[in-house]
């Protein structure tokens, strides 16, 4: 068992899919540092300035004692931060599918060797013979 196992974890398949997987967490934080960064802000400012992951709608509101000190939490849908989130995703996914067709394309590109000629046909193998033929004469 073990040493199957250490098979299956050396296999170059498994390696790839973990590089993948450190490879795509990496640029799932780079998608959302520009979509934070830059989308969002410039998303607010056709929205008149409205900040997105601020936007809530408040169940119950907190309660506070004499002091100012929180009694209960604030209980509220933060609507905001998932349409956030849906914005993150969309791009994160179109700009994997970019990579991925990219990658797909230069592959295919490597993998296509020119095609041999097709054999010429019985017609055109005759046509031949008529015209080598008609050279000689």
Not at 17 to 46: E, L, R
């Amino acid at each position: 068992m073990l040493k199957e196992f250490k098979e299956f974890a050396i296999k170059g398949n498994l390696i790839d899919m973990a590089v993948a997987f450190v490879m795509g967490a990496a640029f799932g934080k780079v998608v959302t540092g520009f979509i934070n960064g830059i989308v969002m802000p410039i998303v607010g400012q056709i929205t008149a300035g409205v900040d997105f992951k601020s936007l809530k709608y408040v169940l119950s509101k907190a309660t506070f004692d004499a002091e100012g000190k929180e009694l209960t939490p604030e209980t509220a849908i933060k609507y905001g931060e998932f349409i956030t989130f849906v914005i993150d995703f969309i791009l994160v996914a179109f700009f994997m599918f970019l990579i991925v067709k990219t990658v797909n394309k230069l592959k295919k590109k490597e993998t296509e060797a020119p095609a041999p000629p097709p054999e010429p046909t019985k017609e055109e193998i005759l046509l031949t013979e008529i015209r080598d033929l008609l050279k000689k004469q």
